[in-house]
């Protein structure tokens, strides 16, 4: 196990593998491997991180960078586990809490974070738009 200082930062992968009543063609029980299915990014500091013109997290602590589930495998709790999986990670390595933006108008990632117990601390005015960029809300959770 890392301890805390020893990485820049982590990937979580979710993956499934074929088996007796997988409902997905490409997984049948025939097929010889894994498929990935999510991945969650997790950074440790500033230098594994986008540099933040705006709402910018402590360049100290744990800022989940994203998660990405397969189109095909949504709605069916995988980025709940995968948050819940970071989390997990974050407590049993010495962090207190987690940071992470949220795009303002993703309505179901906004709804994740919030049912997980994360808390808005900022967000872009609708001006950024003006510069091209989407506007976020910056979340914090205590672990």
């Not at 992968?13 to 969650?40: D, F, M, N």
């Not at 095909?72 to 709940?80: C, H, P, T, V, Y």
Request: charged share 25%; net charge neutral.
């Amino acid at each position: 196990m890392l301890a805390k200082g020893d990485a820049e930062g982590i990937i979580f992968v979710g993956a499934v593998a074929p088996g007796p009543g997988c409902q997905e063609p490409e997984l049948s029980p025939s097929s010889p491997s894994r498929r990935v299915v999510a991945t969650a990014s997790l950074s440790f500091c500033d230098t594994s991180r986008e540099n933040f013109k705006s709402l910018s997290p402590p360049d100290d602590a744990p800022y989940l960078c994203n998660i990405a589930v397969d189109p095909s495998f949504r709605r069916k709790g995988l980025a709940r586990r995968m948050l819940s999986h970071v989390e997990d990670y974050c407590r049993e390595h010495g962090w207190n809490s987690i940071y992470l933006h949220v795009r303002l108008g993703d309505e179901a990632a906004r709804a994740l974070y919030d049912t997980s117990g994360y808390q808005e601390l900022a967000a872009d005015s609708w001006l950024i738009k003006l510069q091209n960029r989407t506007p976020n809300a910056l979340l914090c959770k205590q672990l």
